[in-house]
């Protein structure tokens, strides 16, 4: 299999304010930059944030069998990570999008989940496996 850094880039109204949070409340590295757009290291992979005059919002559709939006992004981490993100989320009161809970319980596929957004809507998943190969197991 080919092995690669994902990469994601997306727009914002408010260069300075997502600054804030994806280098400030998330603690990513920031990488190359200009006046108008920044590149984050996210868990390793390649952030990149473009600010424009103007953004459209579509509504959010969801999973009919659950709450979670179809249109998300996020990463998953080593459980011990996973929780002492979610402990440190907590302490500086950040507001979850989706609380922290169990998905799938007792399935191969169980895992934890929260979701937050960034100040532009999106939404992003942190999430961990009990048992880490199970990422792409079948059940």
């Known amino acids: 299999m080919l092995q690669g850094k994902f990469h994601i880039a997306f727009a914002t109204t408010d260069l300075k304010r997502i600054k804030a949070f994806y280098g400030g409340l998330l ?12 590149d984050y290291d996210f868990f390793g992979h390649q952030l990149t944030i473009q600010e424009v005059p103007k953004l459209i919002k579509t509504a959010r559709i969801y999973n009919p069998q659950s709450n979670i939006p179809s249109d998300h992004w996020g990463i998953v981490l080593a459980m011990e990570d996973w929780e002492k993100l979610r402990d440190r989320f907590k302490k500086v009161g ?8 169990v998905v799938m319980k007792g399935q191969v596929g169980e895992q934890k989940s929260l979701f937050i957004e960034d100040p532009d809507g999106h939404a992003i998943e942190f999430k961990a496996f009990e048992k880490a190969g199970n990422l ?4």
Do not use: N
């Open 27 to 38: 603690g990513c590295p920031e990488g190359r930059s200009a006046e108008h757009w920044v």
């Open 94 to 101: 950040v507001t979850f999008f989706i609380d922290p809970h």
């Open 136 to 139: 792409f197991k079948k059940g």
